[in-house]
């Protein structure tokens, strides 16, 4: 009888622990997914704003055509890349716009008239601001991702890895050459 028990015990432990595991990876795995939508929802803010800084910029600078077709085509590729889930397009798209959005700025500078309207200082300022919560937000999904990952492959989580169909996931990264200085030339 205390045999019958003992097992009982172990058994219910070990379901527990079963349920506890399957439990701790598909809510850090949520967590991943969450932190990555973070992402998206910044990339699109910037995108929606883009707009209005061209707009505005425009009017100053009608004849730098090649910057805002640039411009339009790099805020396309982020709405496109955020609507899906490839991690690398993501940021390839995030830094062809970002460097579309250097070139930009370097427009703006050669028109001192534009540097001192209210529209586009507070545009810049709005850029800036969202830029600082992308940087936050590829921080927070790549943390989520080293916990994730953290967890799939070290014991005993490791072992309801199948069972919860969860895997480790590819890390938020700057595509190559994203961290050299963009060259602006007029």
Same mark, same amino acid.
């Given at each position: 009888?205390?045999?019958?028990?003992?097992?009982?015990?172990?058994?219910?432990?070990?379901?527990?622990? +079963?349920?506890?595991?399957?439990?701790?990876?598909?809510?850090?795995?949520?967590?991943?997914?969450?932190?990555?939508? +973070?992402?998206?929802?910044?990339?699109?803010?910037? @995108?929606?704003?883009?707009?209005?800084?061209?707009?505005?910029?425009? +009017?100053?600078?009608?004849?730098?055509?090649?910057?805002?077709?640039?411009?339009?085509?790099?805020?396309?590729?982020?709405? @496109?890349?955020?609507? !899906?889930?490839?991690?690398? @397009?993501?940021? @390839?798209?995030?830094?062809?716009?970002?460097?579309? #959005?250097?070139? #930009?700025?370097?427009?703006?500078?050669?028109?001192?008239?534009?540097?001192?309207?209210?529209?586009?200082?507070?545009?810049?300022?709005?850029?800036?601001?969202?830029?600082?919560?992308?940087?936050?937000?590829?921080?927070?999904?790549?943390?989520?991702?080293?916990? #994730?990952?953290?967890?799939?492959?070290?014991?005993?989580?490791?072992?309801?890895?199948?069972?919860?169909?969860?895997?480790?996931?590819?890390?938020?990264?700057?595509?190559? !050459?994203?961290?050299?200085?963009?060259?602006?030339?007029?």
């Amino acid at each position: 009888m205390t045999g019958l028990i003992i097992g009982g015990v172990i058994v219910l432990a070990l379901i527990a622990f +079963g349920v506890t595991g399957f439990n701790k990876l598909r809510t850090t795995d949520v967590g991943a997914q969450e932190a990555l939508g +973070g992402i998206d929802v910044q990339l699109t803010r910037r @995108a929606d704003l883009i707009p209005n800084l061209v707009d505005t910029v425009k +009017g100053y600078a009608a004849h730098e055509r090649e910057v805002f077709e640039e411009i339009t085509k790099a805020r396309s590729q982020v709405q @496109a890349a955020a609507a !899906g889930s490839d991690v690398p @397009a993501k940021a @390839a798209a995030d830094a062809a716009l970002q460097g579309a #959005l250097v070139r #930009l700025n370097a427009v703006a500078e050669a028109y001192p008239d534009l540097k001192a309207n209210t529209n586009f200082l507070d545009l810049q300022k709005q850029l800036a601001d969202t830029e600082n919560q992308i940087s936050f937000a590829r921080q927070y999904y790549n943390d989520a991702v080293a916990k #994730l990952n953290t967890l799939c492959r070290t014991i005993p989580w490791l072992f309801f890895t199948g069972i919860a169909g969860v895997h480790a996931r590819e890390f938020y990264e700057a595509p190559a !050459g994203s961290t050299e200085v963009p060259r602006v030339e007029f």
